[in-house]
Nanobody
Framework: QVQLVETGGGLVQAGGSLRLSCAAS????MGWFRQALGQEREFVAA????????AYADSVKGRFTISRDKAKNTVYLQMNSLKPEDTALYYC????????????????????WGQGTQVTVSS
């Protein structure tokens, strides 16, 4: 059983930055999703287990960066130029057994989920 723990959420002003972290060891394809109040969960970013491939939602492309530190068994989501519409509960997700290049964009493709960390961007 994989346990994922997200950290790094908080309150930030528009234009600011936050970095989310998710600890997970092993050959997992990883992803970040978010869910705003009253909205469905949506894809944010993903990285293959080999780190060879990444993918981003159009709404965050150019502002967010997903990366992994294998030595620390941690995946990061660096969020810059934050906007009020980025306010949401952010979830880390993991899946094992994918090809080394695969990035997973759909929530039902992931087997493991963290509890979420709140990101609030004030205007």
């Amino acid at each position: 059983q994989v346990q994922l723990v997200e950290t790094g959420g908080g309150l930030v002003q528009a234009g600011g930055s936050l970095r989310l972290s998710c600890a997970a060891s092993g050959r997992y394809a990883m992803g970040w999703f978010r869910q705003a109040l009253g909205q469905e969960r949506e894809f944010v970013a993903a990285i293959s287990w080999s780190d060879a491939s990444t993918a981003y939602a159009d709404s965050v492309k150019g502002r967010f960066t997903i990366s992994r530190d294998k030595a620390k068994n941690t995946v990061y989501l660096q969020m810059n130029s934050l906007k009020p519409e980025d306010t949401a509960l952010y979830y880390c997700a993991a899946d094992m057994g994918q090809p080394f290049y695969s990035v997973l964009r759909k929530s039902d493709e992931y087997d493991y989920w963290g509890q979420g960390t709140q990101v609030t961007v004030s205007s």
